[in-house]
């Protein structure tokens, strides 16, 4: 651990400071809303509407009291909560238990007003005006191997990839590279010609002391047994023999650095408590996650369509409709009829969670929750949920989107692209002379050539891009918010580094190039039209001497 780490703001902690000053804040006009309520109730205990919305409101203080520090003034409104439901609906109290109900209640809000009026002088939140720096992946790679010609052959290809490369031809000289930059990846010689497993003894030595914390990949010209077995007690966490499979090196480098970085899963959140769900919304996104925060339920499915949630986080009582309701809505429709809903509420009432499980919720949490029990509880289900999708829609050989799913991104790229007025490119790409390859090198080989291109794509366009291999050899490309001519540029990039790819096989290395055509949202509103109108443009490269692009119309 840093020794000065004490001394650095953690930004989670310093948001969910300022979210708790600005609870405490609007504190005293909650309570004071309780209060009024309850003035109206008692004056006319048939008044349903009262009844319900007193509920409501002590539900909501039950549950943002104790996230928010006021863990007794959050019991105690669960206790009073719990007092209120047998008169809903229709129930009725003497005059008794309405005094008595009525008289706990002032009393706790009087004593709660204390409290947050005096938290409010004395809360004081430590201000830093700079932000954390983002985190950048800068996918450096460490290669570490004295043989300048294999060194040279792996950094020109890796390099087509988009790795920065930094080669080390001496191994005593990792410990000082390790030193100045931290890698994203170490990718090392086993042995050398003076000690056969040289490579694998320094990762041990410097592993336990410290001063490696980079994953590692084992290369070598061995492929036995025993070579394994020193990649696995030096905690290897890969194995490639010369000459180096390229695509495959470059898919376990990207793999690995996925595992470290945040899932980035899409939550919707739904509470109509404002600051407890921007709290839940802080923390998640804290975690690495996109948090969308919904106030208004009435808003569900413009949210669902446009965000596109791997999760739904809501609260059981809300206006206008509870989560139940809300629940079985989103269930009414054939593309929400997996996504995991999560009940987020103060409610402990079994019968009432077992409905709310009944309606269609996926689980039911009880608030105040800790907020590492919240991020693990909805990551192992918003990952089990990305993982059947990806079954489902994603291509076995390449990763990518599969023929149905990049037609249905499209039809909701469409979409977004119309309600935000922005522009939107469509390309469609094809590997050139394909048949040739697979009858010249076989289909494995072929295969090869096709993880190669989507491993490129994936590397060379932005996050935002949306990529998918249409059938066969064929591949399609989204670019949301783009123009086809700025498309074109991104792409030709891309053209060019393929082609300067080797390509391995027994026969010899050979390299692939393609010819795409892209098409823009402005020429047509249909799916269907876009396809057609990019797959002409395809046609007319490939019929213009192939390995080159055009734009629709041209």
Known sequence: MDENSDDKPDSLQVALRALEVMFTAKLPSKLLEIEEVLNRFIQNTRDEEALTL??????????????????????????????????????????????????????????????????????????????????????????????????????????????????????????????????????????????????????????????????????????????????????????????????GLSERVDALIARSQPKGYRILIVDDDIDTSKYYGTVLRDAGMSAHVLNAPEEILNAMANFRPELILMDVYMPLCNGVELSKMIRLDNSYLDVPIVFLSSENDLEKQLEAVEAGADDFLTKPIVPKFLISALSSRAERYRSLRALIMRDGLTGLYNHTAIKEELTAEISIAGRNNSPLALAMIDLDNFKRVNDTYGHPVGDQVLRTLSLLLKQRLRRSDVIGRYGGEEFAVIFPGTTANVARKVLDQVRQAFFKIQQFSEQGEFSVSFSAGIAELTQTQDTDELFDSADAALYSAKHSGKNCIVLSGS
């Open 54 to 247: 007193l509920h409501r409101l002590l539900h909501t203080m039950a549950g943002s009291a104790g996230t928010f520090g006021f863990a007794e003034m959050g019991l105690q409104a669960r206790a009073f909560e719990a007092r209120l439901k047998p008169l809903l609906p229709g129930g009725v109290w003497n005059d008794i238990e309405l005094s008595l109900f009525s008289n706990d209640v002032r009393s706790y809000l009087s004593a709660s007003l204390i409290s947050a009026t005096s938290m409010s002088i004395t809360q004081q939140v430590d201000r830093n005006d700079s932000n954390p720096a983002d985190l950048i992946s800068t996918k450096l790679i460490y290669l570490v191997d004295d043989d300048p010609v294999a060194n040279r052959e792996i950094t020109q290809q890796l390099e087509h990839f988009a790795y920065e490369v930094v080669v080390i031809s001496e191994l005593q000289k990792l410990a000082d590279a390790l030193v100045a930059r931290v890698p994203d990846v170490v990718v090392i010689d086993l042995g050398s010609p003076e000690v056969r497993f040289a490579g694998a003894v320094e990762i041990i030595r410097m592993k336990q002391s410290g001063q490696l914390k980079s994953p590692v990949i084992f290369i070598s010209n061995s492929s036995g047994f025993e070579s394994r077995l020193r990649v696995v007690r030096a905690g290897g966490d890969g194995y490639f023999t010369k000459p180096i499979d390229i695509v």
